[in-house]
């Protein structure tokens, strides 16, 4: 084959694969109007709108889901603090009002054990998606929110 035939055939060739690309882009670009058609649909259907996903991308972490992993860790701290002092407690020996003491320390670790469950409840609704959770219920004396 001479130089020209050569040149000319190149060329022929980049000519089809460039048509080929141009049919691919459209594809493509088709697929992709279909696909983002369904997913603004999808999210009417879960979310009742339209989700800003590059927004909530860039929120980052849920404030409230912060708090009460912190709330929790607080929690978990003073259970086992309560917890060591009653495992401290001489059982051989009790007195009566030792044995009141571990009672309350039960019925505490009991409640705080309810109160650990409640949290991790919470931080799972607030930490998935569509997690709504009702404003705090009650304060405590220290003016904490429960």
Same mark, same amino acid.
């Given at each position: 084959m001479s130089f020209p035939a050569t040149i000319s055939h190149v060329c022929r060739e980049l000519r089809q694969h460039y048509s080929q690309l141009i049919k691919d882009r459209?594809?493509?670009e &088709?697929?992709?109007a279909e696909?983002?058609?369904r997913c603004s649909?999808?999210?009417m259907l879960?979310?009742?709108r339209i989700v800003d996903l590059d927004m909530l991308e860039s929120v980052g972490v849920n404030r409230a889901a912060l708090e009460l992993r912190e709330k929790l860790r607080e929690? &978990? @701290?003073r259970g086992a603090a309560e @917890?060591?002092?009653y495992d401290d407690v001489d059982f051989s020996g009790a007195s009566q009002q030792e044995e009141e003491e571990m009672f309350k320390l039960q019925q505490l670790v009991?409640?705080?054990t309810r109160e650990l469950d409640t949290l991790n409840q919470e931080i799972f609704q607030l930490t998935h998606k569509g997690g709504h959770l009702a404003p705090p219920q009650c304060a405590t004396s220290t003016g904490d929110v429960a």
């Open positions: 459209r594809l493509h &088709e697929r992709l696909l983002s058609a649909e999808n999210m879960k979310f009742g929690s &978990e @701290t @917890t060591r002092r009991d409640a705080q």
